[in-house]
């Protein structure tokens, strides 16, 4: 049986080929190669120089397509998908948006607007200076919430008004990015919700309901003359609001 020198790996081989290389190992004997049980290798003496070429250009390749994946993986991590705030109202040309930070994700209205300045607001709210207020609000539909949106029926029902997008908003204060309520606090906060084309109606009037946490519900009359927005005053906390539309006898 013909010497030869077993290596492990892949990365073993090319720093194999070093260390003979150095020792002036190849002398031009020719010695066969195997494959052996494993992951070992015999390699001749006479063709291991080829072998171990073609390995370190392959595992060239292999890096350079690693990192260049890697590359495109950082990039859209860095890139992450911009969430549109609709805390806006058009106003024919000119838009009004909100005096308060938050997260404004609800779609079902054209837009919704605190109009009070905050500094107003934390007085009455008896806020220090390092409290601030923060506003969320999402949509609420037959799939997501149909509890509720049954109470809304009944009470749209019952006031003989057609009923329309629902919408939950909470008012509540952060504090180093913490989150704490203002449920019971006194302070209302004046709020603008756009009214949607395909709701708006002539010579219709307009209110909001809020439905709180109990079931306990208010009808919230509108308090500008607009005929694109409903204004009224939301409470502190968690509560749902929806628009109402009374139609003209």
């Given amino acids: 049986?013909?010497?030869?020198?077993?290596?492990?790996?892949?990365?073993?081989l090319v720093n194999a080929a070093a260390v003979i290389a150095a020792a002036g190992l190849f002398s031009g004997s020719v010695v066969t190669s195997h494959a052996m049980e494993g992951d070992l290798t015999n390699f001749t003496v006479e063709h291991m120089p080829e072998a171990l070429q073609d390995q370190q250009d392959?595992?060239?390749q292999q890096d350079q397509q690693?990192?260049?994946?890697?590359?495109?993986?950082?990039?859209?991590?860095?890139?992450?998908?911009?969430?549109?705030?609709?805390?806006?109202i058009d106003f024919g040309g000119w838009n009004m948006t909100s005096?308060?930070?938050?997260?404004?994700?609800?779609?079902?209205?054209?837009?919704?607007?605190?109009?009070?300045?905050?500094?107003?607001?934390?007085k009455v709210a008896n806020m220090s200076f390092v409290e601030?207020?923060?506003?969320?609000?999402?949509?609420?539909?037959?799939?997501?919430?149909?509890?509720?949106?049954n109470t809304f029926r009944v009470v749209a029902a019952s006031e003989?008004?057609?009923?329309?997008?629902?919408?939950?908003?909470?008012?509540?204060?952060?504090?180093?990015?913490?989150?704490?309520?203002?449920?019971?606090?006194?302070?209302?906060?004046?709020?603008?919700?756009g009214i949607p084309e395909d709701y708006k109606e002539s010579g219709a009037r307009y209110a909001v309901v809020c439905?709180?946490?109990?079931?306990?519900?208010?009808?919230?009359?509108?308090l500008d003359?607009?005929?694109?927005?409903?204004?009224?005053?939301?409470?502190?906390?968690?509560?749902?609001?929806a628009l109402l539309k009374y139609r003209t006898i």
Wanted: aromatic content about 12%; overall charge negative.
């Fill in 225 to 241: 003359a607009y005929e694109n927005t409903v204004t009224f005053k939301a409470k502190a906390g968690d509560a749902a609001y």
């Fill in 99 to 122: 005096t308060l930070d938050g997260h404004y994700y609800a779609e079902g209205v054209p837009g919704i607007v605190m109009t009070d300045y905050e500094f107003n607001l934390r």
């Fill in 66 to 88: 690693d990192q260049q994946d890697q590359q495109e993986q950082e990039q859209v991590v860095a890139e992450p998908k911009k969430v549109v705030q609709n805390n806006k």
């Fill in 132 to 149: 601030y207020f923060f506003v969320s609000t999402w949509d609420m539909t037959q799939d997501t919430a149909p509890l509720a949106i």
């Fill in 211 to 222: 439905v709180m946490s109990g079931g306990v519900y208010e009808i919230l009359p509108d």
């Fill in 160 to 193: 003989n008004a057609i009923l329309g997008p629902v919408v939950q908003i909470n008012i509540n204060k952060m504090v180093n990015r913490q989150m704490y309520s203002l449920e019971g606090n006194p302070v209302e906060v004046t709020t603008m919700f």
């Fill in 1 to 12: 049986m013909k010497k030869g020198i077993f290596f492990r790996g892949k990365k073993m």
């Fill in 58 to 60: 392959q595992q060239d």
